[in-house]
């Protein structure tokens, strides 16, 4: 395995030995979210990235989501009347956004701010609040019309942010994941962040999460021995300690390997 | 056996439905009757008399006249000598049995359980007269119950015991049937699960005979850890409940707790068992320490490694997987040391001598089939001749 794929400490304390699956999904994800999005544009007729931009927005958590449901345990989250689904495994959501033109560098996203995603930024820090959030306003574009509706995180309690610096042009040029805050104007202050290796995730074809040929096996001890004996011509069975529970210790016991 | 035996194998063949019914037992017609899941009143239309007549031949107070007795047989599907009193012959009440499902079972179903390990009794009986069993090595078993006060009273304690007992130490116990044969408990395969009106039996046990019997249906669920489980609960009645009335659900949990720190020892697990939901990691130690992956969520949620949310959620991906069928049953039959095989072993032994399926038959007055069926766990659907 070439060492870009070796998943780091992050992705290991995050999804064990999920990481490199994860890794490979996110990188799949985005560049799947782009071809439907290049559709949409190619469907619309249109010369501007309109169409595109429209529909990557809500395209990209969906294939997240798809991607992603293989992990154990993972939680959908699909609020009331939310436009798209949230992916949580091990108490961490995962909150995926496009980034592009003047804030493509991971370093100057600037992200449009909503009290729901101040929120989601501040998992960690809420997480012994009980209150719950509303979703109404977790996407800018949608319409904010009938009655307020109220949603919870699910067992979140801490954000994972991934950051799609992605194209109609270029497709998918860098993917960013990690740990983030969000400032009250929009800026986002990565607290640990890695790039994913798009090309040699791409390439990689197979993933093996699990396989351990030479893993212990609880049957791999040598069974234990029953002994059995002929009983001599004449000798009676009912002589012994199952009539005659005192003459139990004369009986001819089990040789056990386990036992030695 | 006490008195002289009148029909040796040489007599068996030649007697009279008169001279059945002068020898006549009745225990043996309820006997018969709870193996084939008949009630009074079935048997009673089969051959002919009012249902009161067959609660009175069975509890003696009047014996059936001989032309009843090839019509009993019919019914019954047993030879007619099978009536006849003077063989060796354990009773046991269905109380004195522990039966994992126990919730799903009705009594008719659990009365042909009994007689089915009172058959089972029998059989060992004889296949005894010819070879030695290894002793039963169960601290303080006094053939009928265990001595109180030998194990704790605390299931993981009983169960911590049994394993410094039987010099298992810390390890996954590699191959669980054979450790509990090879420690003189009978155990076999029932082929209740063929049979749909008591397939909801899991399995059951009884300390209530010479020897401790676990009858195990791994049809019912064919998977290698689920069945180890169930080996390990039953063994954990053994230990801790002889003596006590069978039917308590409290009992049936000790018994799981019992089999769950018999299989996973708290000691170790704490220290192996990830913290946070792994499955790679649960699927290795599944195979490892031969239990379930569901079992070890169980267990680490028991131990306090994971929250209770976590586990539900654990639990319902479990579920998924199975639907998907990335989580697949492995077969018990894949496991020889998790199938029985002391007493197939044991005939096969005395084979040697002379002895086969048909005299042990005959000297239990069976039909052969009824032998197979018990030895291999199997229905005989050997195919049958007819003549026409």
Excluded at chain 1, 87 to 93: I, L
Excluded at chain 1, 239 to 258: Q, S, V, Y
Excluded at chain 2, 224 to 245: C, D, I, S
Excluded at chain 2, 250 to 273: G, H, I, Q, S, Y
Aim: some cysteine; charged content about 25%.
């Amino acid at each position: 395995m070439p060492d870009s794929l070796t998943p780091s400490e992050w992705f290991a304390d995050h999804f064990g030995d999920y990481s490199l699956a994860v890794m490979k999904a996110l990188v799949a994800a985005g560049q799947d979210a782009h071809t439907r999005s290049l559709e949409a544009k190619a469907g619309s007729k249109l010369r501007t990235n309109d169409a595109y931009g429209a529909s990557f927005w809500l395209v990209l958590p969906e294939e997240i989501v798809s991607h992603l449901v293989f992990l154990p345990g993972v939680e959908i989250l699909k609020p009331r009347r939310g436009r798209y689904e949230l992916v949580v495994f091990d108490n961490a959501m995962l909150f995926p956004s496009r980034i592009g033109g003047d804030s493509a560098a991971p370093d100057s996203i600037k992200l449009r701010t909503s009290k729901v995603r101040h929120e989601m930024f501040s998992l960690e820090s809420r997480a012994t609040l009980d209150e719950p959030l509303d979703f109404e306003s977790l996407d800018y574009e949608e319409e904010a019309v009938g009655p307020r509706y109220v949603a919870d995180f699910g067992s979140a309690t801490s954000l994972i942010f991934a950051a799609y610096d992605c194209s109609a042009r270029g497709g998918p040029q860098h993917v960013y994941v990690g740990d983030a805050t969000l400032q009250e104007d929009g800026t986002v202050i990565w607290l640990y962040r890695e790039e994913l290796p798009l090309r040699a995730l791409e390439d990689a074809t197979t993933l093996t999460l699990v396989t351990d040929d030479l893993a212990p096996r609880f049957d791999d001890s040598a069974p234990p021995t029953t002994t059995l004996e002929i009983r001599n011509p004449g000798e009676n069975a009912e002589d012994e300690e199952l009539a005659d529970p005192a003459a139990k210790d004369e009986g001819t016991g089990t040789e056990n390997d386990e036992r030695t | 056996m006490s008195g002289p035996d009148p029909f040796s194998s040489t007599q068996s063949g030649g007697l009279t439905d008169r001279e059945v019914a002068q020898a006549f037992d009745p225990d043996r017609l309820r006997q018969a009757r709870q193996l084939a899941l008949k009630t009074k009143h079935d048997v009673a239309i089969d051959v002919g008399v009012s249902p009161a007549a067959i609660g009175q031949y069975e509890s003696g107070v009047t014996v059936p006249r001989a032309d009843l007795i090839s019509r009993f047989a019919e019914s019954l599907d047993v030879p007619r000598e099978f009536f006849v009193t003077g063989r060796p012959q354990a009773k046991l009440e269905s109380g004195e049995a522990f039966f994992r499902s126990l919730r799903s079972t009705t009594a008719k179903q659990r009365a042909k359980a009994t007689a089915f390990t009172e058959q089972l009794w029998e059989l060992v009986h004889a296949i005894e007269k010819h070879v030695r069993f290894p002793r039963v090595d169960l601290p303080g078993f006094l053939g009928g119950e265990i001595q109180p006060g030998t194990f704790p009273a605390n299931p993981e304690a009983a169960a911590r015991a049994l394993r410094q007992e039987w010099g298992l130490g810390d390890r996954p116990i590699g191959h669980l049937v054979r450790t509990i044969e090879s420690h003189g408990i009978v155990t076999i395969f029932a082929p209740l699960a063929k049979d749909d009106e008591v397939r909801r039996i899991d399995a059951f046990s009884t300390l209530a005979l010479s020897r401790p019997v676990i009858v195990l249906s791994p049809d019912r669920a064919d998977d290698v850890f689920r069945h180890r489980f169930t080996a390990a609960h039953e063994l954990g009645h053994l230990v801790l409940h002889g003596g006590q009335p069978a039917g308590d659900i409290a009992l049936e949990r000790e018994a799981d707790r019992f089999a769950a720190e018999f299989l996973t020892p708290k000691a170790v697990m704490a220290n192996v068992l990830p913290r946070r939901l792994d499955f790679g990691r649960l699927g290795r130690l599944s195979a490892e320490w031969g239990v379930s992956i569901k079992s070890l969520v169980y267990r680490s949620r028991e131990i306090g490694l994971l929250s209770d949310a976590t586990a539900r959620r654990a639990y319902i991906r479990i579920e998924l997987l199975i639907k998907e069928g990335e989580l697949v049953n492995r077969p018990v039959i894949q496991f020889p040391t998790e199938v029985p095989e002391m007493l197939r072993r044991a005939v096969e032994l005395a084979e040697s001598q002379g002895l086969s399926v048909t005299s042990l038959a005959r000297d239990l007055r069976w039909k052969p089939a009824q032998v197979r069926k018990l030895l291999s766990g199997e229905v005989d659907e050997r195919p049958t001749l007819r003549l026409v």
